[in-house]
């Protein structure tokens, strides 16, 4: 008898599949995350994120009287797994909505599965375009690799005052290279002129021959769209080769303590896109940060701000629902507005992505630091 996970309040409770009964008393939501894999450290956090925001309406009394039970299944950072774990949650767990995943290649697989099952899903996370198009039943609470792809070209431009960019990227992935492209255009219309621009591939380890290429070019920033993991081994090797830390630009994939851990010295002065920070001055995200201390002892990092956003945000919409359906949830969704949370004031747009500030990071000893915000529009 294969048993499973599930997370009620934050305690894990091991139940065997074959002996569970619906309890009309619980609102099942599912979860799907990378909590093993290279990805882990994105799917733990979130998971941390969600599992607060859960035990914080359950202590509150529950919704509409009924406590929320949630499922969390572990996709192994795999895009065929991410598919497999929603429609297991859909069909044997039966429940009513999805939050779920971090990497948008597992949310356009995980996304697919729930559209077609008419069950609402929403991703805390991930930012390429794609995710939510031509999917009525897929939300999300980050902004799009568009918005974050013209901001950045702005600061980059505007901010910093560089004209002359080098971009760099993986390009076998949808997250980097729709981040890259979208940068590039943006870039090029401010003015700005594109000095290098190089694409490696998947699985790579070895970035010398690029990085010499790059530093070749004379840019004066050097946009890196790519995931902590490989930033990490591209820093310290930039920093064999003479290219500081201070030159590189990044996006959201880039926050994780690993960076700070394997690369905090190379990335200094480096600065990056994210929808928060530990020091954003807004009241929601204190308040968070005080729970999220208070429960795990530590500084909360981004990807469990976001987590508790898209819980706190999907409990809301149940609440509101005239009932607890997967229709009735997904239309109240729709009608979120103004709803303030770690990561800043959320709205859903037409598309069902997130309109919200977009925060610049910024890498100073060895800590991630606010340094502005940026409109998205």
Request: aromatic residues 10%; proline residues 4%; positive net charge.
């Amino acid at each position: 008898m294969i048993s499973r996970r599930h997370f009620s309040s934050g305690f894990a409770i091991v139940l065997a599949t074959g002996c569970e009964k619906k309890n009309d008393q619980e609102i099942v939501v599912g979860g799907y995350f990378s909590l093993s894999g290279p990805d882990s450290t994105f799917g733990n956090d979130s998971k941390e994120g969600i599992e607060l925001a859960t035990e914080e309406v359950n202590a509150a009394g529950g919704i509409k009287g009924k406590k929320i039970r949630l499922v969390v299944e572990d996709d192994k950072s795999t895009t065929q797994e991410a598919s497999q774990k929603v429609r297991q949650l859909i069909d044997r767990d039966k429940v009513v909505a999805v939050l779920g995943e971090v990497a948008s290649s597992r949310s356009l697989a995980g996304g697919l599965v729930a559209n077609q099952a008419k069950i609402p899903m929403l991703t805390p996370s991930s930012s390429a375009i794609e995710v939510t198009q031509g999917r009525e039943w897929v939300f999300r609470t980050s902004y799009t690799d568009d918005l974050q792809g013209r901001a950045l070209a702005r600061f980059v431009k505007d901010e910093l005052k560089k004209t002359k960019v080098g971009i760099f990227y993986v390009a076998q992935d949808t997250y980097s290279s729709g981040l890259a492209k979208t940068f590039r255009e943006a870039f090029k219309k401010l003015g700005g002129e594109i000095v290098v621009d190089k694409g490696y591939q998947k699985g790579e380890t070895n970035y010398r021959t690029y990085l010499s290429e790059l530093k070749a070019a004379n840019p004066e920033a050097i946009f890196v769209p790519n995931y902590y993991g490989d930033m990490v081994l591209i820093a310290r090797q930039a920093k064999e080769i003479g290219i500081p830390g201070s030159m590189f630009v990044g996006g959201d994939g880039w926050v994780s303590s690993n960076l700070l851990e394997g690369a905090g010295a190379e990335l200094e002065g480096a600065h990056f896109t994210n929808p928060y920070a530990p020091d954003v001055p807004w009241p929601s995200s204190k308040k968070f940060n005080d729970a999220y201390k208070a429960k795990y002892k530590r500084e909360p990092p981004a990807f469990a701000a976001q987590g508790y956003d898209g819980a706190r945000v999907l409990y809301d919409a149940i609440a509101r629902a005239p009932q607890v359906t997967p229709e009735a949830i997904r239309k109240a969704l729709t009608e979120t507005k103004d709803f303030q949370g770690a990561t800043g004031t959320i709205t859903f747009d037409a598309e069902r992505n997130a309109e919200k500030a977009i925060v610049v990071v910024m890498v100073k000893d060895k800590k991630f630091t606010f340094k502005t915000q940026l409109d998205p529009r």
